[in-house]
């Protein structure tokens, strides 16, 4: 199946630093991609949908300003959290479609655990 | 708005049982739906996914189900196994959307 790669898988940062998140798609080129959030005992939540080449749409209450997304490629999106808060600690999440067009499976990256302290 | 319930959210069961677990969701308008896997701080696996037309899908000791009239999906897993231990999600897309709506799991553990 297709491989999405998360980097890195868990950070730790003070407070008002900026931290960058990388998502890629190993073998096979995802044009769209998505940035989930999970907060303890919560549901995934969508924050954003990346699209390459173009700017990316925010889910309704997601600071845009705040978590800057970047498609620059077709396998590559970054989620940079500027200015991070202790209310930023979460456990974030690409996915990326799977390469085959009749594969409607989403592919999920492993995750990155971020605590601000 | 679309929700995704799922209940219980824990089940502690012995090795060998078969287990059901459920997904319910509020608009039936659904284009798929689609179950995983999350280990502790790991990415989501997909199990299983099963599109609107369907009624279910099955992938070694793991079936599912869907009944979109009545906003519900059963995920059947059969002999469960210590390594079957993980939460389980349940998510929907709705009208050919590419965003998923996500249920808050059901951790599962299978005592050995």
């Known amino acids: 199946g297709a491989v999405v790669s998360q980097h890195p898988s868990w950070v730790i940062c003070k407070s008002g630093t900026s931290v960058k998140i990388e998502c890629r798609s190993l073998?096979?080129?995802?044009?769209?991609m998505f940035w989930y959030r999970q907060f303890p005992k919560q549901s995934l939540m969508l924050m954003a949908t990346s699209n390459e080449g173009s700017k990316a749409t925010y889910e309704q209450g997601v600071e845009k300003d705040k978590f800057l997304i970047n498609h620059a490629s077709l396998t590559l999106s970054t989620l940079t959290v500027t200015s991070a808060h202790p209310e930023d600690s979460s456990f974030y999440i690409c996915s990326a479609r799977g390469g085959d067009t009749t594969n409607e499976k989403l592919f999920f990256g492993s995750g990155t655990q971020l605590s601000v302290l | 708005k679309q929700e995704v319930t799922q209940i219980p959210a824990a089940l502690s069961v012995p090795e060998g049982e078969n287990l059901v677990l459920n997904c319910s969701f509020t608009?039936?308008?659904?284009?798929?739906l689609q179950w995983f896997r999350q280990d502790p701080g790991k990415g989501l696996t997909s199990l299983l996914l099963?599109?609107?037309?369907?009624r279910e899908q099955t992938s070694g000791r793991l079936n599912a189900s869907l009944d979109k009239s009545s906003g519900r999906s059963t995920l059947y897993i059969a002999a469960s196994q210590p390594g079957d231990s993980a939460t389980y999600l349940c998510a929907v897309s709705s009208g050919g959307s590419e965003k998923l709506v996500f249920g808050k799991g059901m951790k599962l553990t299978v005592n050995p």
């Open positions: 099963i599109q609107s037309s369907q």
């Open positions: 073998d096979f080129q995802a044009t769209t």
């Open positions: 608009d039936s308008a659904i284009y798929n």
